[in-house]
């Protein structure tokens, strides 16, 4: 089963402090979802990218696909508390092509 | 309108009961699913449903039943609950299936005393 490893797996900053989160496997994927979870609910996705070396930004977010498809990096300008949350990728995968979840980066943005 | 809803949100319960959970959705999609997270936050898939059938079980203790009486409902039965069954149980949907993006409900806390 593919091991999608998040990195790093706690950060916290100061709110107006950049971020960088990873998402690393060993197998190629089709295409790579991030979800946030907020405290006490469900993770929402945020984006899909789907082309080796695609950046898709989604206002102080930008996320970075791996040229080998195999990474994927979140990075986030001027974090604010809103921010904070437990961050996830995700990939199709196995036999039955379910959803498969990265270990998290749980991330904490002080005021 | 809750895309999906599930519930209870808490659920505190002694060793040895049975509970279950409901999740509903109103987004007319396909395919439904019963995921864990663990303490650790690690988010695993338990079952899936495709228009009332059973899709994906993965190798879940067949204490956990799920059951879903139409494509909008798809509901978990626990029995004989154990002291490593706490955790938060979610549930989703999604339009059909594969390479799709997943609804969250909000959770369901399970804590077995």
């Known amino acids: 089963t593919q091991l999608l490893e998040q990195s790093p797996q706690f950060l916290s900053i100061q709110e107006g402090e950049n971020l960088t989160v990873y998402c690393n496997s060993s197998s190629v994927f089709s295409s790579l979802q991030w979800y946030r979870q907020e405290p006490g609910e469900g993770p929402v996705l945020l984006v899909t990218v789907v082309t080796g070396g695609e950046v898709k930004k989604l206002k102080r977010l930008t996320f970075q696909f791996g040229d080998a498809r195999k990474d994927s990096s979140l990075h986030i300008t001027a974090a604010q508390p809103g921010d904070t949350g437990l961050y996830l990728c995700?990939?199709?995968?196995?036999?039955?092509?379910?959803?498969?979840f990265g270990t998290g980066t749980l991330l904490a943005v002080q005021p | 309108d809750t895309a999906v809803s599930q519930t209870p949100k808490y659920l505190v319960t002694q060793m040895g009961n049975d509970k279950s959970i409901k999740c509903e959705q109103n987004?007319?999609?396909?395919?439904m699913y019963w995921y864990k997270q663990d303490s650790k936050k690690f988010l695993k898939i338990m079952f899936s449903?495709?228009?009332?059938?059973?899709?994906i079980n993965e190798t879940v203790p067949n204490r956990f039943s799920p059951k879903s009486p139409d494509k909008a409902h798809l509901n978990l039965h626990i029995n004989s609950l154990e002291l490593g069954d706490s955790a938060v149980y979610f549930c989703?949907?999604?339009?059909?299936?594969?390479?799709?993006?997943?609804?969250f409900g909000s959770g369901t806390q399970l804590s077995v005393l």
């Open positions: 989703a949907s999604s339009l059909r299936g594969s390479d799709e993006k997943l609804f």
């Open positions: 987004l007319g999609h396909d395919t």
């Open positions: 449903y495709n228009n009332k059938e059973l899709i």
């Open positions: 995700a990939n199709y995968g196995g036999a039955t092509n379910k959803l498969i």
